[in-house]
């Protein structure tokens, strides 16, 4: 619901929405899904309000997708989400290296060009930019 109706931030920061996803995300006992969903759901809403930002916690999460396979669409929810936050004005280019997320763009752009997957190299190498980040170097076919 957070995604698709930005709408709705106001009502969840206002209610301690983010507190409660937070916690989820850390949450020992929740559930591998339940602490991804929550990390979505903070991206989305760190994406929209300048004055959030997300964790190391959230973007670890995250990032973690990127070398599990696709299994009912998370890591291509987990890739949509760290492309949108890295965009984001609430971006952080050191929490990013800190916690990897460039180094696993990096990679992620290599791999999707190689793959042929050009539209989601290019959101990669923009994603790298807006962390202040050279462009990756692709290999091109011969």
């Known amino acids: 619901m957070i995604e698709v109706a ?3 931030h106001e009502g969840v920061v206002e209610a301690g929405g ?3 996803l937070s916690f ?3 949450e020992a006992g929740a ?7 929550a990390a ?3 991206v989305h809403l760190a994406c929209t309000r300048a004055d959030l930002a997300a964790d190391d916690t959230c973007l670890s999460l995250l990032l973690s997708r990127l070398d599990q396979p696709e299994e009912g669409g998370w890591r291509r929810d987990s890739i949509n989400a760290l492309l949108r936050l890295a965009t984001s004005s609430s971006a ?3 929490q990013w290296h800190r916690v990897g997320g460039v180094a696993a763009l990096q990679a992620l752009a290599r791999e999707t060009a190689e793959e042929g997957v050009e539209r989601q190299a290019e959101r990669c190498d923009e994603a790298l930019a807006s962390l202040g980040v050279r462009r990756v170097r692709r290999r091109t076919a011969a």
């Open 6 to 8: 930005s709408g709705t």
């Open 18 to 20: 983010v507190a409660v």
């Open 31 to 37: 559930s591998d899904l339940c602490k991804l969903v």
């Open 24 to 26: 989820l995300t850390q």
């Open 40 to 42: 979505i759901a903070l």
């Open 92 to 94: 952080c280019a050191e």
